[in-house]
């Protein structure tokens, strides 16, 4: 492998950027939460809530209660403990029509648990309404649901296997659904329930309002989002290490000696238009630049052994778009603002999730799509479960047998 010959190390004259000042949280200025009453909820449900011990809207319920009220699809990224069962349960309860049909409102939960959780906290906060809430889930008596269906709940909160058995039985019907709200979806795809889940929602009415939870949001999920949801307001509350929501992230699983080729075979798609690749090291990054130099891609580097000079020609070509790819370090690319990064490609995982957001942060900017590729040997695959961890998301797994059908598909580009 020809390898160019690096340039002696010349400090600069001047330190490089500063980093980038940390970007603002999504949630804006915690003036005092409104109260449940403020949020425009019925003198019964505002009871319910005050019986419950709560006080003032949670994060997720002071903007969730009001585009659901509204009568929305909603998109609410938010965790198990940040009152999300209320935000999507005091607005069907609002909207219910009661006496009214049977299972006019479907919930559907990943586990048994927090289906009983959820029905458990519906039912509370119903305890001043004649509405009947029945929970449905695998390895329960069969019996106690029915016996419970006979008494034509308006709420239906189940399990996607269950419910289905139900539907073949036709011991429930979906024709009256309005409101259906998909818990934890990230979970419901982990669990293999998303082929049942779009089984359901396809026996729902189209006329429904569809409020769709998940803590991370995986491809199908924003799938789910586009194709079963009208317009959704995204509610997002997870914290400000939260990667931007527009960008979509894979990683793909190689060996070392793979490498090269499975970054050739991406950036050979033309729908990595602009990319952006990362080595942890100036070594690696001067190796991969010889390496795609020699097979004749239009590559430069940016590292912190090169001149001032040298650094500022390299941007420059890469912003002018005289060459469509930069290799960077971690250091040469902080405050790297170029907006049109069609793609960050992590060569090397990076060793802090830190530093994997600012990283990722390089793309989409300004509103755009993007696209972060890392690509993973199996023993580095605890630093990716460790940067999942920190930035609450996850990054959809790929092996190098799907690079076809990935560069097929567009590499993720919009
Ligand atoms: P969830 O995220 O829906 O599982 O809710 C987490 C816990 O917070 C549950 O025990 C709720 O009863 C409680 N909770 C929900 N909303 C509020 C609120 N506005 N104030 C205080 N506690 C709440």
Request: glycine share 8%; charged share 25%.
């Amino acid at each position: 492998m020809p390898i160019r010959s690096r340039r002696p190390f010349r400090p600069s004259p001047r330190p490089l950027r500063p980093p980038a000042p940390p970007a603002a949280g999504p949630e804006p200025p915690a003036a005092a939460p409104p109260t449940f009453a403020e949020l425009g909820l019925a003198p019964e449900l505002v009871q319910a809530t005050t019986e419950m011990g709560f006080e003032r809207a949670t994060p997720i319920q002071a903007r969730a209660i009001p585009v659901a009220l509204a009568g929305r699809d909603l998109v609410g990224q938010a965790q198990t403990g940040s009152g999300k069962t209320a935000a999507f349960g005091l607005p069907i309860l609002e909207r219910l029509e009661v006496p009214g049909p049977p299972t006019q409102a479907l919930i559907l939960c990943p586990t048994r648990e927090l289906t009983v959780q959820v029905a458990e906290e519906v039912g509370r906060l119903a305890s001043h309404r004649a509405v009947g809430v029945l929970s449905i889930f695998g390895g329960d008596s069969m019996r106690r649901q029915l016996t419970g269906l006979h008494q034509h709940p308006q709420i239906i909160v189940a399990t996607p296997g269950r419910l289905l058995d139900h539907l073949q039985r036709r011991s429930l019907s979906l024709g009256e659904v309005r409101f259906a709200v998909l818990d934890e979806a990230d979970r419901m795809l982990d669990m293999g329930f998303a082929p049942d889940v779009e089984r359901i929602l396809r026996q729902t009415p189209p006329s429904r309002q569809t409020m769709l939870f998940s803590a991370t949001m995986p491809e199908w999920v924003r799938r789910l989002a586009s194709r079963y949801m009208r317009d959704p307001e995204t509610v997002s509350v997870t914290g400000h290490t939260e990667l931007v929501p527009t960008v979509r992230q894979w990683y793909i699983e190689c060996s070392w000696a793979d490498k090269v080729e499975a970054l050739t075979r991406l950036l050979d798609s033309p729908a990595v238009r602009v990319g952006l690749i990362f080595t942890e090291t100036k070594r690696n990054a001067d190796l991969l630049h010889s390496v795609l130099l020699t097979r004749g891609y239009d590559v430069t580097v940016l590292h912190g052994d090169l001149s001032q000079r040298d650094r500022d020609a390299a941007l420059e070509r890469f912003r002018s778009s005289t060459v469509r790819f930069l290799i960077a370090t971690n250091v040469a690319a902080r405050g790297l603002d170029i907006e049109d990064i069609s793609h960050v490609i992590n060569y090397d995982v990076p060793a802090t999730p830190e530093e994997y957001v600012h990283r990722v942060g390089r793309t989409a900017r300004a509103g755009r799509e993007g696209v972060a590729l890392t690509l993973i040997t199996p023993i580095e695959i605890l630093k990716l479960r460790d940067i999942e961890r920190h930035t609450n998301t996850r990054v959809e797994r790929h092996t190098t047998g799907e690079l076809d059908e990935l560069v097929g598909a567009g590499v993720g580009a919009a």
